[in-house]
């Protein structure tokens, strides 16, 4: 059975960082691209980072403009975790975030998403 958990999410005051996680389980975590995606209300989902698999045990980031230089996607393959460092937040962080693993563009799976407001 796939999961895909995220945990980290809370209120934080602009300026400030969390650091979500995303536990794996139910497939073969190495062989599948991670991503993070964020929903804001009243607005679409949208790519926030993403790691994709080079082969060999290289991935490569890409980021939203929006968050590049703040946010940082990361990965542990011998935990099945993804992680999103994020800095300097603000307010239009504020969104529900999902942590998505997908291989080729069939396959894919989605968490539950973990909300993260940026108020002060």
């Known amino acids: 059975q796939v999961q895909l958990v995220e945990s980290g999410g809370g209120l934080v005051q602009p300026g400030g960082s969390l650091r979500l996680s995303c536990s794996a389980s139910g497939f073969t975590f190495s062989t599948y691209a991670m991503s993070w995606y964020r929903q804001a209300p009243g607005k679409e989902r949208e790519l926030v980072a993403g790691?994709?698999?080079?082969?060999?045990?290289?991935?490569?980031?890409n980021y939203a403009d929006s968050v590049r230089g703040r946010f940082t996607i990361s990965r542990d393959n011998a935990k099945n975790m993804v992680y999103l460092q994020m800095n300097s937040l603000k307010p239009e962080d504020t969104a529900v975030y999902y942590c998505n693993a997908q291989r080729g563009p069939h396959i894919g799976y989605w968490g539950q998403g973990t909300q993260v407001t940026v108020s002060s």
């Open positions: 790691d994709r698999s080079g082969g060999s045990n290289v991935y490569y980031a």
